[in-house]
């Protein structure tokens, strides 16, 4: 991984420790950027883009009436879905159709690094992006506004100095404050027939960790 497609960290503690010394922020006095957590995430962010590119019909309209399965993944599939985070979630997801007029939703599953929803458009004015983008930014807004939620970093500290593994046991929620909460896009495929759906419905039922589906075997 190059380093012009990898993001160096912040300097902002190494020149804070620099200053305090009384000492101008130098390369003698500051510390090399390590680029290994930050080729890991290029490398995922270049993954989610190379899938990008296929999750999306070609001049297809998402207005148009029938049902459509969502999966939307949080950002970085971190485990964040879960608790009255889970909840927040799945109330939002109920809510759509208050603010839709001709969206319903058939199904729905919240899992801690994804959500799946089969959508009911019937003569809506509205598109499947529109609806999505938006839900993501109800979720997002609430999740900040009303979840308070400690960093992992005293509590892992606090786990090992009593050697013990840092498990969700001991490990508090993230901070949400400053994190993005979603991936910024997500997975659709149009529903094309009854058979499909029940079969969608089912393996959503079965497999709900599954982010990703075998369509061929699944859409006929």
Not at 61 to 67: A, E, F, K
Not at 126 to 140: E, G, H, R
Not at 196 to 208: D, Q, S, V
């Amino acid at each position: 991984m190059a380093p012009q497609n990898v993001a160096a960290p912040s300097y902002g503690a190494n020149v804070a420790n620099a200053a305090a010394q009384g000492a101008a922020a130098t390369p003698d006095n500051v510390a090399a950027p390590s680029y290994g957590a930050n080729a890991g995430n290029a490398a995922a962010q270049e993954d989610i883009m190379n899938y990008r590119k296929h999750i999306r019909l070609p001049n297809y309209d998402y207005s148009q009436n029938g049902y459509y399965f969502v999966t939307i993944c949080t950002h970085m599939r971190r485990p964040i879905f879960v608790d009255a985070v889970k909840s927040l979630v799945e109330q939002k997801i109920n809510q759509i159709h208050k603010y839709y007029k001709g969206v319903d939703i058939d199904y729905n599953e919240v899992m801690p690094t994804h959500v799946h929803i089969i959508l009911i458009l019937n003569d809506t004015n509205t598109s499947l992006p529109k609806i999505i983008n938006a839900f993501k930014s109800w979720v997002t807004r609430d999740i900040k506004r009303n979840v308070a939620a400690p960093s992992y970093g005293a509590n892992v500290a606090n786990a090992a100095a009593q050697g013990a593994a840092a498990t969700p046991d001991n490990v508090a929620a993230p901070s949400y404050g400053a994190n993005a909460i979603w991936q910024p896009n997500y997975y659709e495929h149009v529903i094309r027939n009854e058979s499909a759906l029940n079969k969608i419905r089912e393996y959503i039922i079965n497999n709900p960790d599954k982010e990703e589906y075998d369509w061929g075997k699944l859409d006929v």
